[in-house]
Protein backbone atom coordinates (compact mmCIF):
# COMPACT_ATOMS: atom_id res chain seq x y z
CA UNK A 1 0.00 0.00 0.00
CA UNK A 2 1.34 3.76 -1.08
CA UNK A 3 -0.06 6.67 0.13
CA UNK A 4 1.60 9.54 -2.31
CA UNK A 5 0.74 12.98 -0.80
CA UNK A 6 1.69 16.42 -3.05
CA UNK A 7 0.51 19.91 -3.86
CA UNK A 8 2.05 21.42 -0.45
CA UNK A 9 4.05 24.86 -0.84
CA UNK A 10 5.21 28.46 0.30
CA UNK A 11 2.24 30.65 0.03
CA UNK A 12 1.16 33.96 1.51
CA UNK A 13 -1.90 34.53 4.01
CA UNK A 14 -5.30 34.27 2.49
CA UNK A 15 -3.86 31.97 -0.21
CA UNK A 16 -4.71 28.81 -1.45
CA UNK A 17 -2.88 25.08 -2.22
CA UNK A 18 -4.54 22.15 -3.25
CA UNK A 19 -3.25 18.97 -1.92
CA UNK A 20 -3.20 15.52 -3.52
CA UNK A 21 -2.82 12.06 -2.09
CA UNK A 22 -2.80 9.01 -4.80
CA UNK A 23 -3.38 5.46 -3.40
CA UNK A 24 -2.29 2.40 -4.56
CA UNK A 25 -2.54 -1.25 -3.17
CA UNK A 26 -5.31 -1.20 -2.01
CA UNK A 27 -9.19 -1.30 -2.57
CA UNK A 28 -9.47 2.36 -2.38
CA UNK A 29 -13.56 2.62 -2.03
CA UNK A 30 -13.66 0.63 0.89
CA UNK A 31 -11.40 3.12 3.11
CA UNK A 32 -12.36 6.42 4.75
CA UNK A 33 -9.60 8.89 3.75
CA UNK A 34 -8.54 11.38 5.72
CA UNK A 35 -6.38 14.46 6.10
CA UNK A 36 -4.38 15.59 9.39
CA UNK A 37 -1.38 17.79 9.86
CA UNK A 38 1.30 18.17 12.40
CA UNK A 39 3.13 21.81 13.27
CA UNK A 40 6.59 22.03 14.45
CA UNK A 41 6.72 20.69 18.37
CA UNK A 42 3.07 19.82 18.18
CA UNK A 43 1.47 16.42 17.82
CA UNK A 44 -0.06 15.33 14.53
CA UNK A 45 -4.41 16.86 14.57
CA UNK A 46 -6.86 15.82 12.60
CA UNK A 47 -8.24 18.31 9.75
CA UNK A 48 -10.71 16.53 7.51
CA UNK A 49 -11.93 12.91 6.12
CA UNK A 50 -14.28 12.12 3.81
CA UNK A 51 -16.39 8.35 3.25
CA UNK A 52 -15.93 5.58 1.16
CA UNK A 53 -18.82 7.08 -1.37
CA UNK A 54 -18.04 10.60 -0.94
CA UNK A 55 -20.55 11.74 0.36
CA UNK A 56 -20.28 12.16 3.87
CA UNK A 57 -17.34 14.50 5.22
CA UNK A 58 -16.45 16.14 8.50
CA UNK A 59 -13.63 19.31 9.15
CA UNK A 60 -11.91 20.12 12.17
CA UNK A 61 -13.60 23.51 13.44
CA UNK A 62 -10.79 25.73 12.38
CA UNK A 63 -10.74 24.89 8.90
CA UNK A 64 -14.49 23.87 8.36
CA UNK A 65 -15.39 26.67 5.86
CA UNK A 66 -11.89 27.36 4.62
CA UNK A 67 -11.09 23.73 3.19
CA UNK A 68 -12.89 21.46 1.20
CA UNK A 69 -11.92 17.61 0.96
CA UNK A 70 -12.89 15.37 -1.97
CA UNK A 71 -12.09 12.18 -3.41
CA UNK A 72 -12.57 10.38 -6.90
CA UNK A 73 -13.02 6.68 -6.14
CA UNK A 74 -12.11 6.06 -9.99
CA UNK A 75 -8.85 7.65 -9.77
CA UNK A 76 -7.86 6.59 -5.91
CA UNK A 77 -6.92 10.11 -5.35
CA UNK A 78 -8.13 12.26 -2.15
CA UNK A 79 -7.51 16.39 -2.36
CA UNK A 80 -7.98 18.54 0.34
CA UNK A 81 -8.25 22.13 -1.42
CA UNK A 82 -7.30 24.74 1.52
CA UNK A 83 -8.03 28.53 0.99
CA UNK A 84 -8.04 31.92 3.15
CA UNK A 85 -4.67 30.39 4.29
CA UNK A 86 -3.26 31.64 7.40
CA UNK A 87 0.30 31.37 9.61
CA UNK A 88 -1.56 28.60 11.67
CA UNK A 89 -1.83 26.20 8.88
CA UNK A 90 1.52 25.58 8.71
CA UNK A 91 2.62 22.27 8.99
CA UNK A 92 3.16 18.68 7.14
CA UNK A 93 -0.04 17.59 5.97
CA UNK A 94 -0.81 14.03 5.61
CA UNK A 95 -3.54 11.76 4.11
CA UNK A 96 -4.56 8.80 5.64
CA UNK A 97 -6.66 5.65 5.14
CA UNK A 98 -8.64 3.58 7.44
CA UNK A 99 -9.82 0.38 6.96
CA UNK A 100 -12.10 0.28 9.82
CA UNK A 101 -16.17 0.33 10.33
CA UNK A 102 -16.53 2.85 13.26
CA UNK A 103 -20.14 4.39 11.99
CA UNK A 104 -19.37 8.07 10.55
CA UNK A 105 -18.56 9.25 14.22
CA UNK A 106 -16.20 11.17 15.76
CA UNK A 107 -13.58 8.17 15.94
CA UNK A 108 -12.36 8.71 12.73
CA UNK A 109 -11.01 12.14 13.60
CA UNK A 110 -8.09 10.10 16.23
CA UNK A 111 -4.95 8.58 14.52
CA UNK A 112 -4.65 5.27 15.36
CA UNK A 113 -8.27 4.78 13.42
CA UNK A 114 -6.06 5.07 10.21
CA UNK A 115 -3.99 1.94 8.75
CA UNK A 116 -1.91 3.69 6.39
CA UNK A 117 -0.28 6.86 5.85
CA UNK A 118 1.94 9.08 3.07
CA UNK A 119 4.87 10.50 3.63
CA UNK A 120 3.50 14.03 4.18
CA UNK A 121 3.76 17.14 2.54
CA UNK A 122 5.18 20.61 3.59
CA UNK A 123 2.42 23.93 3.66
CA UNK A 124 4.06 26.72 4.53
CA UNK A 125 1.97 30.29 5.20
CA UNK A 126 3.82 33.42 5.34
CA UNK A 127 2.54 36.35 7.28
Known amino acids: VQLQASGGGLVQTGGYLRLSCAAS????????MAWFRQAPGKEREFVAR????????YYVDDVRGRFTISRDNAKNTVDLQMSSLKPDDTAIYYC?????????????????????WGQGTQVTVSS
Open 50 to 57: ISRNGVGN
Open 25 to 32: GLSFSTYV
Open 96 to 116: AASKKYLGWTTNYNYAKEYEY
